[in-house]
């Protein structure tokens, strides 16, 4: 089993719609979780970090479950310039060196 | 404000040949990744240095090296390639007080 899962898409929206990704995560030791947004052969930039109370930034909501392992996007009124590769990102604890495990990503595409 | 930069952007190898990938940040982070991304397969470690003068293996480290020349630099070495390293090599810093890791643009390499 992958250590974070998502559903790989592709997701196809009109403009103006709600789209929703959900991505799950097996280590119940992970503490920092984190959204990143990867343009077509760019590389990935962080788009928010996701914390135990939910939080929200504009049209992004990201809600997190630690009991279900589960991770949550949420993307109000899509625009154009949301198609993309969206990445649910775990922090790993091993060592000193802070690293983080990818999810292969969600791809969205954002019609007119 | 450069970031991460990376040389070469592209490149070609036949198999059996070697190259080094080159990554600098001007941040001054104390923490540098290297990942490969395959279609798929998301982000994967190869290897990471946590501060000046210390590497140490990620998930996929075989068939590579790596050297941090100093706090700026993290270069990675492929010793003699072969077709299944083809793919986009990302390379990352971080900060100390922070897990956010900021990627380079990317080296696409092709292995024949």
């Known amino acids: 089993r992958k250590e974070v899962e998502q559903d790989p898409g592709p997701f196809n929206v009109p403009e103006g719609a709600t789209v929703a990704f959900n991505c799950t995560y097996s280590?119940?030791?992970?503490?920092?979780f984190f959204w990143y947004r990867q343009d077509c052969r760019k590389e990935p930039k962080l788009l928010m970090s996701?914390?135990?109370s939910g939080n929200e930034d504009g049209r992004f909501t990201a809600q997190l479950n630690r009991a279900s392992q589960y991770i949550s996007l949420l993307i109000r009124d899509s625009k154009l310039s949301d198609s993309a590769t969206y990445l649910c990102?775990?922090?790993?604890?091993?060592?000193?060196?802070?690293?983080?495990?990818f999810g292969s990503g969600t791809q969205l595409t954002v019609l007119p | 404000n450069a970031g991460v930069t990376q040389t070469p952007k592209f490149q070609v190898l036949k198999t059996g040949q070697s190259m080094t990938l080159q990554c600098a940040q001007d941040?001054?982070?104390?923490?540098m990744y290297w990942y490969r991304q395959d279609p798929g397969m998301g982000l994967r470690l190869i290897y990471y240095?946590?501060?000046?003068?210390?590497?140490d293996k990620g998930e996929v480290p075989n068939g590579y090296n790596v050297s941090r020349l100093n706090k700026r630099e993290f270069s990675l070495r492929l010793e003699s390639a072969a077709p299944s390293q083809t793919s986009v090599y990302f390379c990352?810093?971080?900060?100390?007080?922070?897990?956010?890791?900021?990627f380079g643009p990317g080296t696409r390499l092709t292995v024949t």
């Open positions: 990352a810093s971080r900060d100390s007080l922070s897990y956010e890791q900021y």
């Open positions: 280590n119940s030791a992970s503490q920092s």
């Open positions: 996701v914390y135990s």
């Open positions: 990102v775990v922090n790993r604890r091993t060592g000193s060196a802070r690293q983080l495990t």
């Open positions: 941040m001054n982070h104390n923490s």
């Open positions: 240095s946590a501060s000046e003068g210390t590497t």
